[in-house]
Protein backbone atom coordinates (compact mmCIF):
# COMPACT_ATOMS: atom_id res chain seq x y z
CA UNK A 1 0.00 0.00 0.00
CA UNK A 2 2.68 2.44 0.64
CA UNK A 3 4.21 1.50 -2.39
CA UNK A 4 0.81 2.92 -4.35
CA UNK A 5 0.89 6.07 -2.33
CA UNK A 6 4.31 6.90 -3.08
CA UNK A 7 3.50 6.27 -6.85
CA UNK A 8 0.58 8.54 -6.53
CA UNK A 9 1.97 11.79 -4.31
CA UNK A 10 4.53 11.66 -7.28
CA UNK A 11 1.42 11.78 -10.12
CA UNK A 12 -0.15 14.62 -8.04
CA UNK A 13 2.73 16.22 -7.69
CA UNK A 14 3.86 16.03 -11.54
CA UNK A 15 0.65 16.93 -11.84
CA UNK A 16 0.24 19.93 -9.37
CA UNK A 17 4.04 21.42 -11.63
CA UNK A 18 1.85 21.18 -14.64
CA UNK A 19 -1.13 23.13 -13.32
CA UNK A 20 1.58 26.08 -11.98
CA UNK A 21 3.84 25.97 -15.12
CA UNK A 22 0.59 26.16 -17.57
CA UNK A 23 -0.49 28.90 -14.62
CA UNK A 24 -3.63 27.30 -13.78
CA UNK A 25 -3.45 28.27 -10.13
CA UNK A 26 -6.57 27.25 -9.30
CA UNK A 27 -6.01 23.82 -10.51
CA UNK A 28 -2.80 23.75 -8.37
CA UNK A 29 -3.90 24.68 -5.37
CA UNK A 30 -6.65 21.61 -5.55
CA UNK A 31 -3.64 19.26 -6.51
CA UNK A 32 -1.30 20.56 -3.77
CA UNK A 33 -3.86 20.42 -1.41
CA UNK A 34 -3.83 16.99 -2.34
CA UNK A 35 -0.10 16.79 -2.23
CA UNK A 36 -0.73 17.72 1.72
CA UNK A 37 -2.99 15.12 2.84
CA UNK A 38 -0.98 12.53 1.15
CA UNK A 39 2.67 13.76 2.32
CA UNK A 40 1.46 13.68 5.91
CA UNK A 41 -0.21 10.30 5.50
CA UNK A 42 2.66 8.76 4.26
CA UNK A 43 5.71 10.84 6.52
CA UNK A 44 3.77 12.79 9.50
CA UNK A 45 3.57 16.35 9.81
CA UNK A 46 6.98 17.03 11.50
CA UNK A 47 8.91 15.69 8.15
CA UNK A 48 10.86 18.23 5.15
CA UNK A 49 8.06 16.23 2.58
CA UNK A 50 5.10 17.55 4.91
CA UNK A 51 6.89 20.94 4.78
CA UNK A 52 7.62 21.09 1.14
CA UNK A 53 4.04 20.35 0.41
CA UNK A 54 3.11 22.83 2.25
CA UNK A 55 5.19 25.28 0.87
CA UNK A 56 4.09 24.37 -1.97
CA UNK A 57 0.54 24.83 -1.40
CA UNK A 58 1.41 28.24 -0.50
CA UNK A 59 2.99 29.17 -3.99
CA UNK A 60 -0.32 27.93 -5.32
CA UNK A 61 -2.79 29.94 -2.91
CA UNK A 62 -0.14 32.93 -3.65
CA UNK A 63 -0.51 32.86 -7.18
CA UNK A 64 -3.97 33.06 -6.66
CA UNK A 65 -4.07 35.98 -4.46
CA UNK A 66 -5.01 34.11 -1.58
CA UNK A 67 -2.50 36.15 0.47
CA UNK A 68 -4.06 35.31 4.20
CA UNK A 69 -4.39 31.50 3.17
CA UNK A 70 -0.32 31.76 1.87
CA UNK A 71 0.77 33.55 4.51
CA UNK A 72 -0.31 30.85 7.40
CA UNK A 73 1.03 27.92 5.29
CA UNK A 74 4.25 29.40 4.46
CA UNK A 75 4.45 30.24 8.20
CA UNK A 76 3.25 26.71 8.83
CA UNK A 77 6.06 25.41 6.64
CA UNK A 78 8.56 27.16 8.40
CA UNK A 79 7.50 25.83 11.80
CA UNK A 80 7.91 22.19 10.93
CA UNK A 81 10.99 22.95 9.18
CA UNK A 82 12.34 24.53 12.70
CA UNK A 83 10.69 21.59 14.58
CA UNK A 84 12.53 18.68 12.39
CA UNK A 85 15.98 20.76 12.29
CA UNK A 86 16.69 24.05 13.67
CA UNK A 87 15.75 27.95 12.83
CA UNK A 88 18.97 28.20 10.64
CA UNK A 89 17.80 25.27 8.53
CA UNK A 90 18.69 25.92 4.84
CA UNK A 91 15.86 24.43 4.32
CA UNK A 92 14.06 27.61 5.63
CA UNK A 93 15.21 29.61 2.46
CA UNK A 94 12.48 29.11 -0.07
CA UNK A 95 9.61 29.02 2.40
CA UNK A 96 10.73 32.49 3.55
CA UNK A 97 11.48 33.72 0.65
CA UNK A 98 7.39 32.89 -0.01
CA UNK A 99 6.52 34.43 3.04
CA UNK A 100 8.48 37.40 2.15
CA UNK A 101 6.79 37.84 -1.27
CA UNK A 102 3.57 37.25 0.50
CA UNK A 103 4.21 40.25 3.07
CA UNK A 104 4.94 42.23 0.25
CA UNK A 105 1.88 41.29 -1.88
CA UNK A 106 -0.32 42.43 0.99
CA UNK A 107 1.46 45.67 1.48
CA UNK A 108 3.52 45.13 4.17
CA UNK A 109 7.28 45.88 3.36
CA UNK A 110 8.74 46.03 6.79
CA UNK A 111 7.80 42.43 7.31
CA UNK A 112 8.93 41.42 3.58
CA UNK A 113 12.18 42.81 4.37
CA UNK A 114 12.54 40.82 7.89
CA UNK A 115 11.80 37.33 5.89
CA UNK A 116 14.63 38.43 3.10
CA UNK A 117 16.80 39.33 5.85
CA UNK A 118 16.35 36.12 7.60
CA UNK A 119 16.74 33.97 4.33
CA UNK A 120 19.71 35.88 3.30
CA UNK A 121 21.43 35.20 6.62
CA UNK A 122 19.96 31.94 6.55
CA UNK A 123 21.90 31.47 3.24
CA UNK A 124 25.27 33.26 4.96
CA UNK A 125 25.22 30.35 7.75
CA UNK A 126 25.23 27.47 5.60
CA UNK A 127 26.50 28.52 2.21
CA UNK A 128 28.95 31.20 3.54
CA UNK A 129 28.15 35.39 2.74
CA UNK A 130 29.59 35.36 -0.84
CA UNK A 131 27.36 32.22 -2.28
CA UNK A 132 25.92 32.62 -5.79
CA UNK A 133 22.32 31.32 -4.38
CA UNK A 134 21.58 34.26 -2.25
CA UNK A 135 21.60 36.16 -5.00
CA UNK A 136 17.77 35.93 -5.76
CA UNK A 137 16.95 37.03 -2.85
CA UNK A 138 18.87 39.88 -2.52
CA UNK A 139 17.68 41.02 -6.09
CA UNK A 140 13.84 40.32 -4.80
CA UNK A 141 14.82 42.83 -1.63
CA UNK A 142 16.35 45.58 -3.49
CA UNK A 143 13.29 45.85 -6.08
CA UNK A 144 11.20 45.92 -2.78
CA UNK A 145 13.46 48.55 -1.36
CA UNK A 146 13.22 50.37 -4.83
CA UNK A 147 9.57 50.09 -4.60
CA UNK A 148 9.13 51.97 -1.56
CA UNK A 149 12.04 54.41 -2.23
CA UNK A 150 14.75 53.87 -0.50
CA UNK A 151 17.35 53.83 -3.27
CA UNK A 152 20.27 54.01 -1.06
CA UNK A 153 19.46 50.97 0.72
CA UNK A 154 18.37 49.56 -2.83
CA UNK A 155 21.87 50.90 -4.33
CA UNK A 156 24.05 48.83 -1.52
CA UNK A 157 22.42 45.23 -2.26
CA UNK A 158 22.79 45.85 -6.01
CA UNK A 159 26.24 46.35 -5.16
CA UNK A 160 26.57 43.50 -2.67
CA UNK A 161 25.02 41.14 -5.66
CA UNK A 162 27.77 42.82 -8.15
CA UNK A 163 30.51 41.64 -5.29
CA UNK A 164 28.88 38.32 -4.97
CA UNK A 165 29.00 37.60 -8.81
CA UNK A 166 32.15 39.39 -9.29
CA UNK A 167 33.31 36.23 -7.33
CA UNK A 168 32.26 33.57 -9.22
CA UNK A 169 32.05 35.05 -13.07
CA UNK A 170 35.22 35.30 -14.95
CA UNK A 171 35.49 39.11 -15.48
CA UNK A 172 35.82 38.91 -18.94
CA UNK A 173 33.03 36.71 -19.34
CA UNK A 174 29.91 38.22 -21.38
CA UNK A 175 28.27 36.68 -18.48
CA UNK A 176 29.28 39.53 -15.94
CA UNK A 177 27.09 42.18 -18.14
CA UNK A 178 23.99 41.58 -16.06
CA UNK A 179 25.89 42.09 -12.65
CA UNK A 180 26.94 45.31 -14.23
CA UNK A 181 24.03 46.63 -15.53
CA UNK A 182 22.43 46.30 -12.55
Not at 44 to 71: C, F, M, P, R, W
Not at 143 to 170: K, M, T, V
Amino acid sequence: QREQDEEELRRLFALYKEALDNHQYLEADTLAKQVVEMSIKLNGLDSHDSAKAITNLAVAQHNNGDYESALTNFTSSIDIIERVDDRLSSHLINPLQGLAATHAAMGRPDLAQQSFQRAVHVSHVNEGPHNQSQVETLESMAELLLSNGEYEDAIDIQEHIFAIQSRNIEPDSIDMIPALEN
